[in-house]
């Protein structure tokens, strides 16, 4: 590929800008929540009709056989796809359409896709609206520089990222659209930023703790059991020496921001006794449940993360034998991490340069995202994440991205393209 080639792809995403920007102002005009999963049809025609105009062959996929696939949400994914000049397997770029839901303290509509001081504002648009239509044009600024490439290249725009991502990423690659055969890289465009790459994220053990004890009557306590004291030893416990002793470990993942490159452990809820509002009754509080969600490192492992958990809920039954304590697993995702000598790092860290003319970074998520179920389920290992925004506005009030790093980054992932599929 000449640097006169390369040229004119820039040239083609600079004239693009407007297009670039309304069509990510569009995507952010229609309120896809989730949950409950809104608008999703809208959402997947709006990509698939751009994506027709870029002359790409576009499917709409309904995610039949996922229980969130409902008549009154139903949940469907696009694919658009281009062509290359060999046949073998494709270069794809998939960003999930889906957007949490508003929440208070914003000052501009979060479904009014406006700009502001160089700023597109609105519920996605960082996460990741601004990033489906860098995609979008990094492929078509390809196309318009007349640019032949070997690889077939694919742009997918799915659903329920932020609710697990079954039905989206997961299904495409239950469904064989996404594989090892069928896939050479995926790029995920969420909003790590211009100039960084994410190789990855920490593990998720999601599980539930249940004390039950015995009811009696609250006036005469002692008759009973107390769950809810008993629960308290297992808080406690996690408190003064889990909390701590995860604190202790480090990962040597390149995990953003640094508190999260700890292990942690966050209480997500306590449900016990009887409920606190109403007409309450004298009872001994006979149950009592917690959701923990323990992030792991690569280091640590689930195995070991599952006996650790199980060891100190144990103890917690030795403090207070009378109650009994049970765990259950709610949702686990492995830690994954992009081999380091991957294609899709250097293509990326180059192109950033050139652009940007800063160097790169590599990072890993505090959280998980979709390159769970490509690593995962469609075994994919060559996955990153690279896209325009900023990560700590993902899900905040006046959440916005701004309109020039839009434009960088479409750049950046039209380069990448091209070295990936030259
Ligand atoms: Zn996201």
């Given at each position: 590929m000449s640097s006169a080639d390369l040229d004119s792809v820039l040239t083609e995403v600079d004239r693009a800008a407007e297009e670039i920007i309304d069509f990510a102002a569009r995507l952010i005009r229609i309120p896809t929540v989730n949950p409950p999963g809104e608008e999703y049809e809208a959402c997947a025609n709006a990509i698939g009709d751009q994506l027709r105009a870029h002359g790409q062959d576009v499917q709409l996929l309904p995610a039949?056989?996922?229980?969130?696939?409902?008549?009154?949400?139903p949940r469907i994914n696009v694919i658009g796809s281009q062509a290359g000049a060999a046949n073998g397997p494709a270069i794809h770029l998939n960003g999930h359409f889906d957007v949490v839901p508003t929440g208070s303290g914003w000052t501009r509509d979060p479904f009014g896709g406006e700009i502001f001081d160089g700023k597109l504002y609105g519920?996605?648009?960082?996460?990741?609206k601004a990033g489906i239509a860098a995609a979008v044009f990094a492929v078509e600024a390809i196309r318009r520089a007349g640019i032949a490439h070997t690889a077939p290249l694919e742009i997918s725009g799915t659903v329920d990222e932020e609710s697990g991502g079954f039905a989206g990423v997961g299904w495409l690659a239950e469904n064989g659209l996404l594989s090892r055969a069928r896939t050479k890289a995926v790029i995920i465009p969420e909003?790590?930023?211009?100039d960084r790459v994410c190789i990855g994220h920490r593990g998720v053990y999601w599980f539930e703790v249940t004390a039950e004890g015995r009811i009696a009557h609250g006036s005469m306590p002692y008759l009973g059991i107390n769950a809810i004291e008993g629960m308290s030893h297992l808080l406690d416990l996690v408190r003064d020496e889990l909390g701590p002793a995860l604190f202790e470990r480090v990962t040597a993942m390149p995990v953003v921001p640094d508190g999260s490159r700890h292990a942690t452990i966050n209480i997500n809820g306590i449900d016990g006794g009887q409920?606190?509002?109403?007409v309450p009754s004298p009872c001994v509080a006979d149950r009592c449940r917690v959701v923990f969600d323990r992030r792991f490192l690569m280091e640590e492992g689930l195995e070991r993360t599952r006996a650790e958990i199980a060891a100190l809920v144990a103890r917690a039954q030795s403090r207070m034998p009378e109650v009994r304590f049970s765990i259950e697993d709610r949702l686990i995702f492995e830690p994954t991490r992009t081999p380091e000598d991957a294609p899709v790092i250097g293509a990326l860290t180059d192109a950033i340069e050139r652009v940007t003319g800063r160097p790169a970074a590599l990072v890993a998520s505090p959280g998980t995202y979709d390159q769970k179920h490509v690593a995962r389920i469609a075994g994919v290992p060559h996955c990153v994440a690279y896209g325009p925004g900023q990560l700590d506005l993902a899900h905040q009030p006046d959440e916005y991205c701004s309109v020039a790093d839009i434009i960088a980054a479409t750049k950046v992932l039209a380069l990448a393209v091209v070295k990936l599929a030259p």
């Open positions: 039949i056989g996922c229980k969130e696939h409902t008549p009154q949400h519920r996605g648009a960082c996460d990741m909003p790590f930023g211009v409920p606190i509002d109403g």
